[in-house]
């Protein structure tokens, strides 16, 4: 297969809306879209990926007045998130509309929303004639791809086009909050933390019974995900140790002596933003190990947390 790269929202937008799959930049990661409309290109989507059929996907729009192409009802809680929090790096699962594939949902009864808030990718979904349904447009497992040429190196061949635009400004995935119930439950963090949530809606709590036997609600739950060829090394700021050759080191803090490639961020929006990016530099590099620093547990601490321990197999 040949993968165009275009700068043209209008071009990649026909690809879409003919049944292609396409790669477009959002604010958190790229994503690999295929119109809800278009059955075998959701199929590709999963076959280009090497995704597992029972992780859902998120169905991007451009604007609040598709949400009832997707979903069939929308309570109190999650419309106060729309009002605080669309267009941006937030996901809402809710109740589907039935007219929603059940290859996008995983064959649940409720779906994943997003409205993103970057240009290009606005632009496209304005374009398109469907909702789009999009993960990480990346090959499962590895780390999301936060620039056109990540996207490139991961899909080239595998996939129609690849949207170009700028390196992703968050570099995290959405949050996503479970509004299907009878009270809201933060699924995945974000950029979007729970302090900000729990400002707009204080009643909402934490996933923290997710049952493994049972479908994901929602992507990044479930199966291994982030994770670079290089063995990841979790540590504390005041932890002094001894690294092994051909190392690297992502923090806030100072690295340990020794290590070969270093990366460090002025804050935790930086760190944010920079670590998939970095965790593939390493890979170019043969790197063999990486010390992640371990922020607090707190505001976007919590989202680069979560993606740590799951990059090291620890959730």
């Not at 809306?17 to 590709?44: C, D, K, M």
């Not at 190196?153 to 086009?161: S, V």
């Not at 990486?290 to 740590?308: T, V």
Request: charged letters at 20%; proline letters at 9%.
């Amino acid at each position: 297969m040949l993968t165009t790269l275009t700068d043209s929202a209008e071009e990649a937008a026909v690809l879409l809306n003919s049944g292609r799959i396409v790669a477009f930049p959002t604010e958190t990661v790229y994503g690999l879209g295929a119109g809800i409309a278009h059955p075998e290109a959701i199929r590709q989507v999963f076959l280009a990926k090497g995704r597992p059929g029972d992780n859902p996907l998120i169905v991007h729009i451009y604007s609040v007045e598709q949400l009832p192409d997707v979903a069939s009802e929308i309570n109190p809680e999650a419309k106060k998130l729309i009002e605080h929090f669309f267009p941006g790096p937030l996901t809402l699962v809710l109740k589907k509309n039935p007219l929603v594939p059940d290859t996008v949902t995983a064959g649940l009864q409720t779906v994943g929303v997003r409205c993103p808030a970057n240009p290009v990718a606005r632009e496209l979904l304005r374009l398109a004639h469907c909702p789009v349904a999009a993960p990480s447009a990346n090959l499962s497992g590895l780390p999301s791809a936060t620039s056109w040429e990540a996207v490139y190196q991961d899909l080239e061949g595998k996939i129609d086009c690849v949207l170009r635009g700028q390196p992703s400004s968050i570099g995290l995935e959405s949050t996503i909050v479970d509004c299907s119930g009878s009270k809201a439950v933060l699924l995945r963090a974000g950029a979007i933390t729970l302090e900000q949530l729990q400002a707009v809606v204080p009643e909402i709590s934490t996933n923290t019974n997710q049952n493994k036997l049972e479908p994901p609600k929602s992507p990044g739950l479930k199966y291994p995900h982030y994770a670079p060829k290089a063995e990841i090394v979790l540590c504390c700021p005041e932890e002094k140790r001894a690294v092994t050759p051909s190392s690297a080191y992502i923090g806030l803090s100072d690295p340990p002596e020794g290590v070969l490639i270093v990366k460090l961020c002025k804050n935790l929006e930086e760190y944010g933003r920079e670590l998939f990016s970095f965790f593939r530099h390493c890979d170019s590099k043969n790197i063999g190990v990486i010390y992640c620093e371990l922020p607090s547990p707190c505001g976007l601490g919590r989202a680069i947390r979560d993606r740590l321990m799951r990059a090291a197999g620890q959730q």
